[in-house]
């Protein structure tokens, strides 16, 4: 057995044992019914993270101390956008900006960021990265039509709870031949978390990481035609293997778990020892789509 599946086995175990004990549903308490969704809040304070761009492998790794998993994941998309940025023309839009910090290992300066959650809008604007951060609503009175010449949105789209408003209103701000790229969750996700352990988990994680809208390649294209918006990249990534890893790498704590202090100290020196290897399983991921992956990372223009 190699050491990642024996430490996935280590993983699933405790994961069960937590779910006998605790149950499998942590999320924040519910609000007029609604259950909070907080996952654009990696960061509770502006805060500029160690990042690599090895420009040999063409990937960008930053690391966020909280989570070394979070850190490994988001690499990806990093990498992917980093490479799609030289495409951009301005004014620039990141679309579900969050606390600011995807944004920040990318860019020194774009034009807006927008998201609905106005404690994680005053952390981005700590970074001084976005010339005007916006909530939805104000995204929808404020910014005419056709004034973006660019919309990026990474790991967003599938927690929003109204999947078309949000695409109608990227397609209105975007100008013809426009760029719009963005990731997403595959139901792929699904199906690699319920191999890897079992339905159930499969559940409590797209329920704990707020997944509403897991559509297919056929199904996201059907919609975004409907706006106007024209896919001309569509790629899988991430195969089963780097999500067991992703899970592995939890171990040492996660930004959705209580912090031990001791295991600040061993994903440090976890991230010092392997880091090349870390670097070289991201490059691979993003270098080699898969026909069936976790994750879609989808580019295409106005029409």
Known sequence: MSFARAAFSLFALSYKCAR???GSDRRPAATNG??????????????????????????????????????????QELSLFKRASVSFERPIMDFGCGDGSFSACIFDDIEFGVDIDK????????????????????????LPTASVAAVFSCSVLEHTADLRACIREIARVLRPGGRFFFSVPSPVFTEQMTELIDKSFAEAVNSFMFHRNLFTDSEWKTLLSEHDLEVEHF?????????????????????????????????????????????????????????????????????
Not at 58 to 63: K, P, T
Not at 128 to 139: A, I, K, N, S, Y
Request: charged content about 20%; aromatic content about 12%.
């Open 34 to 75: 609604v259950k909070p969704d907080l996952t654009g809040r990696v960061l509770m304070e502006p805060k500029i993270v160690e990042t690599i761009e090895d420009h040999n492998r063409s990937v960008l790794f930053a690391y966020f101390d909280t989570s070394l998993a979070h850190s490994f994941w988001r690499a």
């Open 119 to 142: 404690a994680a809008l005053s952390v981005a604007k700590g970074y001084g990265v976005h010339q005007r951060l916006l909530t939805f609503e104000e995204m929808t009175t404020e």
């Open 235 to 303: 790629d899988n990534f991430q195969t089963i293997e780097f999500t067991r890893q992703y899970f592995c790498l939890s171990l040492l704590g996660s930004r959705a778990t209580l912090q031990i202090p001791g295991l600040a100290t061993a994903r440090r020196l976890f991230w010092r020892s392997f880091r090349d290897s870390l670097l070289d399983k991201v490059a691979a991921s993003v270098d080699h789509p898969v026909a069936s992956g976790a994750n879609f990372f989808i580019g295409g223009s106005k029409i």
């Open 20 to 22: 006998t004990f605790h």
